[in-house]
């Protein structure tokens, strides 16, 4: 590892909410040898209308704690949304309480989706942009006191007439909180998609980003946006090649080499790869030495 990208992991087996695949989906993340962990906490039940339920927070605790890996971080909600009108105030309830959870279970980051929605009547995207600086900036202090960073993760298009900020925008949302415990999170295959749904340049999304960002999900695809929204196997989407597919490093067509051959990230920033491990666990040990690769390769050109 190097200053700029100083642990490598996986995402575990997000569980069905009673916490019985926990323990085994952390194990086999530690068995790989990778030192960072993202848990998909959304998944467990540990949060009730903004507030923590104590006793599954503790069984979850019991659990974490026999596992040693140099970073720890919690994915948000899936639905987090602070540009999202209607439910604002309990969105921000919620990511309180996954900040105090972060700081409860030691995880040092919490990814945060970036926002959209349809435009009201009379709104601008300036309105909505607003509303989620805001949001970030007020949940920033929080994070300072829990010694936690919210990575903002950069989404692409869902729906049509959605508005949903570029890769750039979000780089541009970070710099305007100005603070350190809001970074921004490269997710490289929704950029791809996102770039090729506005015909953006993919790689130049990819540099603005790179400066301000703080963690990193990395997983393979073409880049294509969903062309078709029916699939009876995730397998055929594989085939096809469509859509978000979290792919094993080198199943997709993102060029790897040479964007970490040009990016240099914040310090202390880590690589998680978002592979599906229920269908790619044979994929994992292939994935994690390519990725250390990859970050020697970042280690290489900021020592030069």
């Not at 006793?55 to 540009?83: C, E, P, W």
């Not at 540099?207 to 078709?228: E, N």
């Amino acid at each position: 590892m190097n200053e700029f990208i100083s642990a490598i992991g996986f995402c575990n087996r997000t569980g069905k909410g009673d916490l019985s695949s926990l323990d085994a989906s952390l194990r086999e993340i530690a068995d790989t040898g990778a030192d960072a962990c993202e848990i998909g906490i959304y998944g467990e039940e540990i949060i009730s209308r903004g507030r923590l339920i104590e006793d599954r927070l503790q069984r979850v605790a019991d659990i974490t704690r026999k596992y040693h890996f140099k970073k720890l971080s919690l994915h948000g909600q899936i639905v987090s949304n602070f540009m999202d009108r209607q439910h604002h105030d309990l969105q921000k309830k919620v990511v309180r309480a996954m900040l105090e959870l972060c700081d409860r279970l030691g995880a040092g980051i919490l990814v945060h989706h970036s926002g959209a929605a349809q435009l009201a009547a009379g709104e601008s995207a300036a309105d909505l942009d607003k509303m989620e600086r805001d949001a970030l900036a007020e949940m920033s202090d929080i994070a300072k006191g829990y010694g936690v960073r919210i990575a903002l993760e950069n989404i692409f298009t869902t729906e049509t007439g959605q508005y949903r900020q570029t890769p750039s925008q979000v780089a541009e949302t970070v710099r305007s909180i100005g603070s350190d415990n809001v970074v921004a999170l490269i997710d490289f295959s929704h950029a791809y998609i996102e770039a090729t749904h506005r015909g953006l340049d993919f790689r130049e999304q990819l540099r603005a980003m790179a400066p301000v960002a703080g963690h990193l999900h990395v997983h393979d695809s073409f880049g294509l946006p969903y062309s078709m929204n029916r699939f009876y196997h995730p397998a055929e989407a594989t085939a096809l090649g469509i859509g978000d597919l979290h792919l094993p490093i080198g199943w997709g067509d993102i060029p790897w080499d040479d964007i970490f051959a040009e990016l240099i990230f914040l310090p202390d920033t880590a690589l998680i790869m978002e592979i599906n491990a229920e269908r790619f666990a044979d994929q994992q040990p292939a994935s994690l030495e390519r990725a250390r690769r990859l970050a020697t390769v970042v280690g290489l050109r900021s020592a030069a």
